[in-house]
């Protein structure tokens, strides 16, 4: 099995940004589970600044790419510290609408609605956005002034998962699933650790991605117990 | 258009650019530029402030993240200045070893740049998203090429991004001449497509302009400079050595910005980079880097900005001679590193970033503690050239109506492939009172 053909979890972000550490600690605690044998083995398990060409290296022939990054939320769109927001890239070839992962200052009118020829006939590249997306407005943490942009055009330093999927859908590199994790945070500024509420939250989503990991397709262990806990607990211990 | 003589040009966060920055053109009322700037408001770094007290072994690994992009620049200009400190020489298979991290550096930031930050300028696109749809053969010849620029990095440093494998007097580890000579064919294919993209650059459309400023760059011996080397040039046929860098470059401080103003002593701003690099040491290139200029059009000295993006395909084609040369001659050193034992001193280190010229300053204590630490990055030195030469070409292009002139500054600033985040310092803090 090549390195992009097993499935790889992502965690974007810089843990001595506080919230922004959100993605790297999810990762943290997955190796832990990892390292107890509890996780399939073939699981990749990385961190990532979140560059764009380095995420579509990173998930390119996977059969599932889990990403988790944190994200600032829209005061307007009801969400706080702590909050979760799922989205799972839908393809052209499926019929159905795709993610509109309004994260890094968004993706959503990127997802291509062009009438390329060799996009539309490309599998992997996400059919267009439909209206009335139930997804609330979030953005990733950037700096004020670096608001204005559309994903490409932003300093790269505002790119994030968002563009990478943008450019992935072009290019025809995006995985076979493709799920997107948002951790709401509350504090970007410098300095390690979470705070409360979205340490609390790393553990709901340890939990998520290992349900997302269960889904039918994917490898698992032969003994079938990859869900059973280190030290016979009932969930993973995380934090210790 | 604004009214002519309230005429104002402003771009609050620079697109596709490396860090935050804004752009801010102002004329006077009699159609003049009264001022062009290039605003970094990047946040303040203190990275020469948290140095001191450090032990001088860890400055590799703490200066790598200054940046993301261009880490290896300051790791080997860190182990340059602290060797010199030290009274230490480098050299061999472990500077070669050196030499080849760095060239995965160069091919990896130069294809990011020429592919998805400047080409879409040439191009009409609004970002490399929307040229992908239409360029994807050359997207896709840029990323190969990333990538393979990655993997070198991950060879040799550890990982693609702050490398871990480097510090003062050489690597914790070497590899091995099989492990570097199986990686050999995926360079023979980036050089094929470093090549081609060479072309694909070479048929844009180019502005007419011209640098007005010097240029300045290492020299390296004989070689194309990349790694080191003890003396920096000019145009002008001026040069010092890289200890008397102090004396010869002023930096001051300027509201606008959080990166430091750079000039030289004797003669205003200056320009580092691939067109002064190119300009001052093309006869130094490889025997494919050389042909593939002649074929792009270049002559010996390359002046035109707009131009810059040929010079970085054109350095991408050198970055990967140079790493098969390395490659091939490649005899694994007996140690992967050199003792560097601390003794009280002043070490100076100069290297050429894949933006420019990088300057390290360190003295030290006898136990190796830090105690001064001076680091002069690429951005900084050519951010007064950078708003000349903005100043220049809206004086020239102001029949242009705003989004236009604005666009065409954007792309300028973009030709010299700034990277803010490196360039950012912190201003000091007055507050007067009645």
Request: proline share 7%.
């Amino acid at each position: 099995m090549t390195p992009g053909a097993a499935p790889v979890v992502i965690g974007v972000g810089e843990e001595f940004r506080h919230d922004d550490g959100a993605g790297p600690a999810v990762v943290a605690e997955l190796r832990k589970l990892a390292e107890a044998g509890a996780l399939p083995p073939e699981i990749r398990l990385v961190t990532d600044s979140g560059e764009p060409t380095g995420l579509i290296e990173l998930w390119r022939d996977a059969p599932l790419a889990i990403v988790v990054d944190a994200a600032a939320a829209d005061p307007a769109a009801g969400l706080a510290a702590g909050d979760v927001v799922r989205w799972e890239a839908e393809y052209r070839d499926t019929g159905r609408s795709p993610m509109t992962p309004h994260h890094s200052t968004s993706t959503s009118t990127s997802t291509s609605t062009d009438t390329d020829t060799e996009q539309a006939t490309d599998d992997r590249s996400a059919a267009p956005p439909t209206a009335g997306s139930p997804l609330p407005a979030i953005t990733t943490p950037a700096p004020a002034p670096a608001a204005a942009h559309s994903p490409g055009s932003a300093a790269t330093h505002a790119l994030g998962p968002g563009a990478a999927i943008a450019l992935a859908s072009v290019l025809g590199r995006l995985p076979a699933r493709l799920v997107l994790f948002a951790v709401v945070g509350a504090d970007f500024s410098l300095g390690p650790g979470l705070s409360p509420h979205v340490a609390d939250t790393v553990y709901e989503v340890v939990w998520d991605i290992v349900d997302e990991i269960r889904r039918p397709g994917l490898p698992a262990r032969t003994d079938g117990d990859f869900l059973s806990w280190p030290g016979g607990c009932t969930g993973p211990r995380l934090g210790s | 258009m604004t009214h002519k003589h309230e005429r104002t040009l402003r771009v609050g966060s620079l697109a596709r650019v490396e860090g935050e920055g804004a752009m801010h053109v102002r004329f006077d009322r009699a159609g003049r530029v009264e001022r062009a700037r290039l605003e970094i408001y990047e946040p303040p770094r203190f990275f020469e402030a948290f140095l001191r007290g450090r032990d001088y072994a860890e400055a590799p690994d703490i200066t790598a993240r200054v940046c993301g992009i261009c880490p290896v620049a300051y790791q080997i200009s860190a182990c340059l200045a602290m060797e010199e400190a030290c009274g230490v020489t480098v050299g061999g298979q472990l500077a070669e070893l050196r030499r080849l991290l760095y060239c995965g550096e160069w091919i990896e930031s130069h294809a990011l740049h020429i592919h998805l930050l400047h080409a879409p300028d040439f191009l009409g696109y609004a970002d490399g998203i929307a040229m992908a749809r239409d360029h994807r053969a050359a997207v896709e010849r840029g990323l190969e090429i990333k990538k393979i620029g990655n993997a070198l990095m991950a060879l040799v440093g550890g990982r693609a991004i702050h490398p871990v494998n480097v510090r003062v007097g050489g690597f914790h580890r070497v590899p091995t001449r099989a492990e570097l000579r199986r990686f050999a064919p995926e360079l023979r294919r980036a050089l094929e497509l470093a090549l081609e993209a060479v072309i694909w650059v070479a048929g844009f459309d180019f502005p007419e302009a011209e640098i007005g400023h010097r240029l300045a760059a290492v020299v390296q011996g004989d070689r194309y400079p990349i790694d080191g080397g003890s003396q920096i040039v000019t145009d002008a046929g001026s040069g010092f050595g890289i200890e008397q860098f102090e004396d010869h470059v002023i930096e001051r401080q300027v509201p606008h910005s959080t990166a430091l103003y750079a000039e030289l002593a004797d003669g205003g701003t200056y320009l580092t980079g691939p067109l002064a690099r190119y300009s001052l040491h093309s006869a130094k290139l490889s025997r494919h880097a050389a042909a593939a200029a002649r074929a792009a059009g270049l002559g010996d000295q390359c002046r035109n900005p707009f131009q810059s993006i040929i010079v970085r395909a054109v350095e991408i084609v050198y970055a990967i001679e140079e790493a098969l040369r390395i490659i091939e001659e490649y005899e694994p050193p007996e140690r992967p590193w050199v003792p560097v034992a601390p003794r009280a001193g002043r070490g100076h280190g100069v290297t050429e970033a894949p933006r420019g010229l990088l300057y390290h300053r360190y003295d030290i204590d006898g136990d190796g503690t830090i105690r001064q630490a001076r680091i002069v990055p690429p951005t900084a030195q050519n951010q007064a050239a950078i708003e000349a030469e903005l100043s220049e070409l809206v004086q020239r292009r102001q029949e242009l109506a705003d989004a236009e002139l604005t666009a065409l500054c954007e792309q300028a600033i973009r030709n010299f492939d700034p990277c803010i985040s490196c360039s950012a310092h912190f201003l000091d803090l007055h507050l007067e009172r009645p």
